[in-house]
């Protein structure tokens, strides 16, 4: 099984994008470009549930790392995706530490968890998946709102949650139209403060290539750079542009 803290050991920061058109060779596209992850989009993306399994086919094939992110209120789905053999859930909306609790026991096996054995697409692929996956398997929770920063030193101590990731935009969003730039930045310095100081990964979505290069410097392991559906936009957008100069 693939394990997101060996990479991480090997590189200080992983760069990938959202994948969310929905579309296998999109995704494979990605892969050869060189991203180090993919996050393969369950809650605003076009996936269907054999989606979901195609794209983590096509990400294994490329050696390329894959995360698949949960639809909002997604618990029903997190055996079945662990079960094809995704290495690594990312789950959005997380506010409190009895959420992050609720996630971490449903992923894991005992003892640890609750998630139930079975024969599956992830032990066929691995005779000892099973017995490593415990260890080798990562939740990261996306902290998106201006509560979960308030109770984020409890989130990122729980056993069973492997990282923070925020999620910059509905962070924004939940402190109001009136907050400061300032006052953003100091949200998302909580959270990467505290995640680290648990010894947690922390990831972050960054709005350019430029601002990822900060937050590399920042120790964020884990940097998202837009969507494969932006990016597609700005390469056709710059084909035009070209065009009619």
């Not at 590189?11 to 991203?35: D, M, N, R, Y």
């Not at 409890?154 to 907050?179: E, H, N, Q, W």
């Not at 998202?224 to 070209?242: F, K, N, S, Y």
């Amino acid at each position: 099984m693939q394990s997101l803290p060996r990479l991480l050991a090997e590189k200080p920061a992983l760069l990938g994008t959202f994948c969310t058109l929905g579309s296998v060779e999109a995704v494979e596209l990605a892969c050869h470009a060189g991203f180090d992850f993919l996050i393969i989009d369950g809650q605003h993306g076009a996936f269907e549930l054999g989606g979901l399994r195609e794209a983590l086919r096509a990400m294994q094939a490329a050696g390329c790392f894959p995360i698949v992110r949960l639809p909002a209120n997604g618990m029903m789905l997190v055996e079945c995706l662990l079960d094809m053999g995704y290495p690594a859930l990312l789950a959005p909306m997380v506010n409190t530490p009895g959420q992050a609790a609720e996630l971490a026991t449903a992923a894991h096996y005992p003892p640890c968890g609750l998630r139930s054995q079975s024969s599956c697409r992830a032990s066929l692929r691995d005779a000892a998946y099973r017995q490593a996956f415990n260890h080798d398997f990562s939740l990261l929770v996306m902290i998106e709102h201006i509560d979960a920063v308030a109770a984020i030193d409890d989130i990122a101590a729980l056993p069973g949650v492997a990282g923070c990731f925020v999620g910059t935009t509905d962070l924004a969003s939940s402190m109001g139209d009136g907050a400061t730039r300032e006052a953003i930045d100091a949200a998302v310095e909580r959270v990467r403060s505290a995640t680290l100081a648990a010894g947690k990964i922390a990831a972050i979505a960054a709005s350019s290539i430029e601002a990822a290069g900060r937050y590399r410097a920042q120790g964020f392991g884990l940097i998202v750079v837009a969507t494969d559906r932006r990016l597609l936009g700005t390469a056709l957008a710059q084909v035009m542009t070209g065009w009619q100069a």
